[in-house]
């Protein structure tokens, strides 16, 4: 009912920056609590930044702090992760998230992710 689109991954040397991108098809991201997740290869999906609706109150997992940053464009309705000083241990995976907690069209959903390789 809802689709999440992300955009922005590539491959980037270590100490590089990327910007991931994502837009749903409702264009209400910016309503409720969205969160960047990330999963590398035989590893378990996790949740990399935070962003609450309304408000915008935002948190990092520890392994990001102070690197990334995750920001609201409210006229845009679309949602960013800026990526600073890279590590080849952040290559995954970027997925966005939300759950739509009112209406017709309430549910978890999941964007089909965004490749980031981090590589000399």
């Known amino acids: 009912q809802v689709q999440l689109v992300e955009s922005g991954g590539g491959l980037v040397h270590p100490g590089g920056s990327l910007r991931l991108s994502c837009v749903d098809s409702e264009r209400i991201l910016g309503i409720y609590t969205m969160g960047w997740y990330r999963q590398a290869p035989e590893k378990q999906r996790e949740l990399v930044a935070l962003i609450t609706g309304g408000a915008g109150n935002t948190h990092y997992a520890d392994s990001v702090k102070g690197r990334f940053t995750i920001a609201r464009d409210n006229a845009k309705k679309m949602v960013y992760l800026q990526m600073d000083s890279l590590k080849p241990e952040d290559t995954a995976v970027y997925y966005c998230?939300?759950?739509?907690?009112?209406?017709?069209?309430?549910?978890?959903?999941w964007g089909q992710g965004t490749q980031v390789t981090v590589s000399s």
């Open positions: 998230n939300l759950a739509v907690t009112t209406g017709d069209k309430r549910g978890i959903y």
